[in-house]
């Protein structure tokens, strides 16, 4: 007699990933994402929870960022590249954060602790790299998109971070957690995720308490007039999203007219701002070749 387990997949396989999708479409998965270790190390979320607040100290700082050696050597590293045009070497973690910023610092501590784990292949899939990449050049974008807007650029900073977070959620499922079966296919699965990574990423973020102002962006981040709250944020990761795409950061560069486009016109990006962004774009570069180390 077969098990349960032979006779669910059957079903599946019957099914063609229905049954699998479905169950994503139904929350089955929500049950399997009660915590965030699975996703992300406890320490990282620790300290990533620690530097949240733009008030915080040097001092503080500091001793948040030594909890973890490697991430204290990149926040060294990128003191002494993107950062600083002095010819002086830094060789303290007191000093870096005084030359970075605290902004700089916090942002780096904030993208290391919240995609560390997600790079992993096995875990992710073959693509997974771009796709920390593309999130962490997004976070960048936004925040500076924010700066110029006059909006808040760390929350822009967050949910440019985990836009696509809901990806990740899905290619977990899929490769780790409840497989697909292997009639789904891979073409299906891109589909599934396309259509439902915002939504997930949204309830994701909901059951690790992330607040409304983050989730709202990152659910209707591929279509920002339809958000019901946080509209403005919502077209702000629409750009900054659009934007990574142009850079070819994690994917493809995509050239387009982005001024054609009514959500970045009603948004109020101009020639000048994205002209400004185009000039920080080494340094975003630079801050993701550090995070990547
Ligand atoms: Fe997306
Ligand atoms: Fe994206």
Redesign the pocket.
């Known amino acids: 007699m077969r098990d349960f387990a032979q006779m669910t997949s059957a079903w599946q396989n019957a099914t063609h990933g229905h049954g699998w999708i479905a169950w994503l479409d139904e929350g089955g998965w929500e049950r399997t994402l009660d915590t965030f270790s699975p996703m992300l190390p406890a320490l990282a979320v620790e300290i990533a929870w620690e530097v949240r607040d733009p008030e915080i100290s040097v001092r503080r700082l500091v001793q948040a960022v030594r909890k973890d050696p490697i991430l204290a050597v990149n926040v060294v590293r990128l003191a002494n590249s993107a950062f600083s045009a002095s010819a002086t070497t830094i060789t303290s973690l007191d000093e870096a954060v005084v030359r970075v910023g605290t902004r700089a610092v916090r942002q780096l501590v904030m993208a290391a602790a919240l995609t560390g784990r997600l790079r992993n292949p096995k875990t992710y899939g073959p693509n997974a790299r771009q796709l920390v990449d593309h999130s962490v050049g997004t976070g960048y974008i936004a925040s500076f998109l924010a700066e110029q807007l006059g909006a808040d650029p760390d929350a822009a900073f967050l949910y440019g971070l985990l836009?696509?977070i809901?990806?990740f959620v899905i290619l977990k499922l899929a490769w780790n957690d409840k497989p697909i079966p292997p009639t789904m296919g891979q073409v299906r699965l891109e589909a599934c995720i396309?259509s439902r990574?915002?939504r997930v990423?949204a309830r994701a973020l909901e059951l690790w308490r992330f607040a409304e102002e983050i989730r709202m962006p990152v659910a209707w981040?591929?279509d920002p007039a339809a958000a019901p709250s946080h509209q403005r944020s919502a077209a702000l990761a629409y750009a900054a999203?659009r934007l990574a795409h142009t850079y070819g950061l994690g994917c493809p560069a995509d050239p387009a007219d982005l001024l054609a486009d009514p959500v970045v016109i009603n948004l109020g990006l101009s020639t000048p701002v994205l002209a400004r962004l185009e000039a920080h774009a080494p340094r975003l570069q630079q801050v993701a070749a550090a995070l990547a180390a």
């Open positions: 836009h696509d809901g990806k396309e990574h915002a990423g981040h591929h999203n």
